[in-house]
């Protein structure tokens, strides 16, 4: 089961692919929590509804892809976390994952958080990019009120302008005060360009580091991170991952930032 009273990781690629790929990412980041003594999340979606052209790649299915999620939790051990697109989809999936999302474009939809919630998993909510701190209580509330075991809301940045993310580091504080829950945040998504790669989303993800840094440093709970061997041959978000070997290190990074902002030696 996942709890985020500790800094926490979700990682994983975009999507499910196929059982070799999926176990390959999730025994490493299984390493990686070892290794670290970092809780890690194991995230990868079944669907990705929200593509932007209709011939985008969207994975297997809700049928076929709870089996491959199952398959990393019961390999690895870690806690799974996947996406939802429908209140129908909801319960079918929490018989599988420890975590349920959100997107961040329907962090409104009242009967999908609400549905979520309904099945007292922890619940996490992508904060809309056009939506400031602390209008995501309203969303945390319903989470909550239908149910949530746990509530938790992630930080992607915010539109400024057309086909760009910035990232307010004071959201971190903002989000836990107005809505009392474990602030998180994407270090990939936060890099996309949307609508920049004809039409689709692209990104900078020379930038994920320094954010990652940044974010760590102003006081985010904990960290998603989509990641993959070889980010340019992904289906999905190939654009804003992280290479996986390049992980590590930036994990060392923020382990060593917290342990100076509370005084601690560094264990990684």
């Known amino acids: 089961m996942a709890h985020f009273n500790r ?3 979700i990682a994983g690629p975009c999507v499910l692919e196929d059982a070799g790929l999926n176990l390959e990412v999730g025994q490493e980041l299984a390493r990686i929590s070892r290794a670290l003594r970092l809780p890690i999340v194991f995230k990868a979606s079944f669907d990705k509804a929200n593509r932007s052209k209709a011939g985008a790649a ?9 089996p491959l999620l199952e398959q990393v939790g ?6 799974l976390l996947t996406d939802v697109h429908e209140a129908d989809q909801c319960a079918r999936a929490a018989e599988v994952v420890d975590v349920l999302q959100i997107p ?11 549905a979520a919630g309904a099945t ?3 619940i996490n909510i992508k904060k809309g990019q056009w939506m400031a701190p602390e209008e995501m209580t309203a969303a945390v509330d319903k989470a909550r009120g239908a149910g949530a ?19 307010d580091m004071r959201s971190f504080a903002r989000v836990r005060a107005a809505a009392g829950v474990a602030a998180i945040f994407d270090g990939t ?3 996309q360009r949307p609508g920049r790669a004809d039409g689709a989303s692209g990104g900078d993800p020379e930038h994920i580091p320094s954010l ?3 974010a760590v440093a102003a006081g985010c709970d904990g960290l998603f991170l989509e990641t993959h061997p070889e980010p340019s041959r992904a289906p999905s978000d190939s654009t804003n991952m992280l290479p996986l070997a390049a992980l590590p290190g930036l994990l060392t990074d923020v382990i060593a930032i917290r342990a100076a902002l509370s005084g601690e030696e560094s264990h990684g």
């Open 149 to 167: 075991a746990e509530v938790t809301v992630t930080e992607r940045g915010t539109f400024f302008g057309y086909g760009n993310l910035v990232v």
């Open 212 to 214: 990652v840094r940044a």
């Open 58 to 66: 969207r994975g297997p299915g809700l049928e076929a892809g709870l």
């Open 104 to 114: 961040a474009f329907l962090c409104r939809q009242t009967d999908l958080v609400e």
């Open 189 to 191: 998504h936060s890099v």
């Open 74 to 79: 019961s390999t690895t051990g870690l806690p």
């Open 7 to 9: 800094f926490t990781l």
């Open 120 to 122: 007292g998993r922890t």
